[in-house]
């Protein structure tokens, strides 16, 4: 199995690392290589800096994760982390999936799209850069199972993570929020997730065998 890359650039040449297709003309990424690379340039000309977490390019402001970057086989799509503050005037953001509580990505299937819709990326991404410079985040939801930061990012940044979360059962979800919550420190917290990712997508709990 692959290694998650740690490096934007390797991402653009292989792809994320989370599967079996890295680094073959199979991935992902290949697909939408010309489309994401326009999105990485508007990215970086409106005064985002370059990240890369959980696999993905991730583009950051203010100290704050603004958007990050994701190539899937029908599309490729760059996510807002703090989407309830979008106003969203043009209708142009969509839900990953049911369990998305707010639309929060642009979601392309033609790499000529990203041009296209360069105004409006433009227009969002200041809008959320804006927030992050005056510290505004949006009101905690009150969940019956309070999630770790790091989970939350975690789940933000990977929609299929954030699937098979949900799918887990009350107590599966709590076996891995108790696991993170007895690290120490933020890194391990993160460290700790990227080795249950696959324990959460085989629909096992924390636990588990």
């Known amino acids: 199995m692959p290694t998650m890359i740690t490096k934007v650039e390797d991402y653009f040449e292989n792809g994320c690392g989370r599967c079996d297709r890295f680094a073959t003309p199979d991935c992902s990424t290949k697909f939408w290589h010309e489309g994401q690379l326009e999105l990485r340039r508007i990215c970086l000309d409106v005064g985002l800096s370059e990240h890369a977490k959980w696999g993905h390019p991730c583009f950051m402001h203010a100290g704050r994760n603004i958007v990050i970057m994701g190539a899937f086989r029908e599309d490729f799509r760059l996510t807002f982390f703090h989407a309830a503050l979008m106003r969203d005037p043009h209708g142009a953001l969509i839900g990953q999936g049911p369990n998305s509580q707010h639309p ?27 927030y992050a410079e005056q510290g505004i ?9 309070e999630l770790p930061d790091e989970l939350v990012e975690a789940l933000d940044s990977d929609p299929e ?14 076996s891995y929020v108790f ?3 007895s690290a120490k420190t933020s ?9 249950y990712r696959d324990k959460i997508l085989a629909g096992k709990g924390a636990l588990d065998r």
């Open 187 to 195: 890194a391990t917290k993160v460290s700790r997730i990227i080795k």
């Open 179 to 181: 696991a993170l919550n």
């Open 137 to 145: 985040k949006p009101a905690k939801v009150e969940r019956d199972l």
């Open 161 to 174: 993570l954030a699937q098979a979360f949900a799918l887990l059962t009350p107590g599966r979800q709590r």
């Open 104 to 130: 929060d990505c642009f979601k392309f299937d033609d790499n000529a799209q990203v041009v296209a819709s360069e105004a409006i990326i433009r227009e969002y991404l200041t809008e959320a850069m804006g």
